[in-house]
């Protein structure tokens, strides 16, 4: 798979959780997507808040604001239920839930050992 069908799997795989999410009483607001690298810095390069391996630089990543009954969830335990659904969609999809640092609100699919 080229990077660039791996984009456009990935936003096709975003709609189906922003569907999910919906449908389980949660709303969503966007967080961080894409990252330029005209800010963020090329792949490897550490500039801003980005790390310098980030997969929203290849526009592979999504960050959600989660909410529920109108409240703002921050955890990442509270987007367990979305994580553990987005990784059903696709073998390469990632949840930063699961990350050693964990970053509950990340949804990203794997490039190159990149998540
Ligand atoms: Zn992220």
């Not at 592979?60 to 509270?78: I, M, Q, R």
């Not at 969609?89 to 949804?107: E, K, M, V």
Request: hydrophobic share 30%.
């Amino acid at each position: 798979m080229t990077l660039g069908q791996k984009q456009r799997l990935f936003t096709r795989l975003t709609g189906l959780l922003i569907e999910f999410a919906y449908e389980n009483g949660y709303e969503l607001t966007y967080g961080d997507a894409y990252r330029d690298p005209r800010a963020f810095g090329q792949v490897g390069e550490k500039r801003l808040y980005s790390s310098s391996n980030s997969v929203h630089k290849s526009r592979l990543a999504v960050d959600f604001n989660l909410f529920k009954d109108g409240k703002f969830l921050t955890s990442s335990e509270d987007h367990r239920t979305l994580g553990e659904f987005w990784k059903t969609l696709h073998p390469d999809c990632c949840w930063g839930g699961d990350f050693s640092r964990p970053d509950g609100n990340h949804y990203s699919m794997e490039w190159r050992g990149r998540k």
